[in-house]
C-alpha cells in the first residue's frame, strides 16, 4: 500500500521532482535523514532486512577508522550517522527523542558524577581518567 501511496504522489508532483523535494531541509538533521530512508524504502530502495542494514554499519564504522584527513572523517561521520538513522527508523525508533533521552542520562550521571566529588572532597580535573570513569560506573547504579 506505501509503495501505491508514492507512486501517485510521484504522480502529483510530476515526473521531473524528487519524491525527497518536499522534505523541508529545515528538519533536525537525524530526523530528515529517517523521512528521507522512509520515503525511498516506500518505493523498494531499502536492504530486505535489518541485517543488511548493520552490515552496512560495520562497513561504515570501518570506513571512519580508516579515514585520514579531517575532510574524510566527516564525510564518513556523516554516513555512519546516516546509516545508524536507517537501523532506528528500521526499527520504528525515533532517532531525535532517542538522542535526547541519551543527552538526559549523560547530563544525570555526571553531574552526580560532580556531586559525588564535592562530597568526597574530590577535584574532578585533577582525577586520571580510570578514576572518572570508576565514578561514571557508580553514578550508571546509582541514577540510572
Not at 524504502?41 to 579515514?67: H, P
Not at 536507517?86 to 560532580?114: C, H, K, P, Q, W
Request: proline content about 1%; hydrophobic content about 40%.
Amino acid at each position: 500500500m506505501a509503495h501505491n501511496w508514492e507512486v501517485l504522489k510521484q504522480e502529483e508532483r510530476g515526473a521531473d521532482t524528487s519524491l525527497l523535494d518536499s522534505v523541508p531541509k529545515e528538519m533536525p538533521a537525524l530526523g530528515y535523514s529517517q523521512e528521507v530512508q522512509r520515503r525511498v524504502a516506500e518505493v523498494g530502495f531499502d536492504w530486505k532486512n535489518i541485517d543488511g542494514v548493520i552490515d552496512k554499519l560495520a562497513e561504515e564504522v570501518n570506513e571512519f577508522k580508516q579515514a585520514d584527513s579531517q575532510e574524510q572523517k566527516e564525510s564518513e561521520f556523516g554516513d555512519l550517522l546516516f546509516t545508524l538513522a536507517n537501523v532506528v527508523r528500521r526499527l520504528g525508533i525515533d532517532s531525535e527523542a532517542a538522542l535526547r533521552e541519551a543527552n538526559r542520562r549523560f547530563y544525570r550521571r555526571f553531574t552526580f558524577m560532580e556531586e559525588l566529588c564535592r562530597k568526597r572532597g574530590l577535584s574532578f580535573d585533577k582525577m586520571s581518567f580510570d578514576e572518572q570513569n570508576a565514578l561514571w560506573e557508580e553514578a550508571k547504579k546509582e541514577v540510572g
